[in-house]
């Protein structure tokens, strides 16, 4: 299907508006100042902070959102469209009010007894997780949907466990799919902010990662800072993205 002359001229639009917005912020620091803040203990921190967290919430989605979006993937009734309904509440309400509920949730007596979630890695990475995982449920039920059931069948009358049908077949179709799901979501953990303060509570040098950074910088007046802490991190993301294409790529040349 060939684009037509309007869609292309919108797409070069947006290309460019893309472009010029970063670089308004690009144009808007210096040198001095980016590499004056990888000499702030603090700075540094926060994208250590940002990396563990990012990751170890990344991990729970995996672990919890691949499943749930099988399960989604292939049940139909009200009780699965009432989850997918639920899964999707995340991603609409803003993140500051899931960290104003989390912090309620977590200030319950009970819940205090068992672990102070409350100002810590810990809840931090809660936040992260629960603000991030409708990304690798949604794109885990809509890569298991494009795989039929037949070829998990297949596999188990020629005498394969279910769970081996299931992996060497649906898993490893649907898995560039999920792949793709668990990237938004890393990258997602990696800016989240409106959650991760509420319930981190950004305390420089132990709940603080890169926005929250970047936000008490310019609040306390020091712009030159912010904004080049705000270029660095649309630099480490950009990386990412180009190193895991590149896998891709590679991949993808090595199968054919």
């Not at 009780?79 to 995340?90: E, K, M, Q, T």
Request: charged share 10%.
């Amino acid at each position: 299907m060939k684009l037509s002359f309007l869609t292309k001229l919108l797409i070069c639009l947006l290309f460019v508006f893309i472009i010029v917005v970063l670089l308004s912020g690009v144009m808007k620091t210096n040198s001095s100042a980016i590499f004056a803040l990888f000499k702030n203990k603090e700075f540094v921190y926060s994208v250590f902070f940002s990396l563990k967290t990012s990751l170890i919430a990344t991990f729970l989605s995996f672990v919890i959102g691949v499943p749930s979006g099988f399960f989604l993937a292939r049940s139909r009734g009200v009780f699965s469209g009432l989850l997918d309904a639920v899964f999707d509440i995340p991603m609409i309400i803003p993140p500051l009010v899931v960290g104003v509920f989390l912090l309620t949730f977590f200030n319950v007596p009970i819940i205090k007894q068992l672990y102070p979630f409350i100002f810590t890695t810990a809840g931090a990475v809660i936040a992260q997780f629960f603000v991030a995982v409708p990304l690798t449920i949604k794109s885990s039920k809509s890569a298991f949907e494009l795989v039929s059931p037949v070829y998990e069948m297949v596999a188990m009358t020629l005498g394969a466990k279910p769970f081996k049908s299931f992996y060497d077949t649906t898993f490893k179709i649907a898995f560039p799919g999920i792949l793709s799901g668990l990237i938004l979501t890393w990258l997602r953990c990696m800016g989240e902010f409106g959650a991760t303060l509420m319930v981190g509570g950004g305390i420089p040098f132990k709940t603080e990662n890169i926005p929250i950074n970047i936000y008490l910088n310019m609040t306390g007046g020091d712009f030159s800072a912010g904004i080049a802490a705000s270029v660095v991190s649309i630099c480490i993301a950009f990386i990412c993205i180009i190193c895991i294409k590149i896998i891709f790529y590679l991949k993808l040349r090595r199968k054919t």
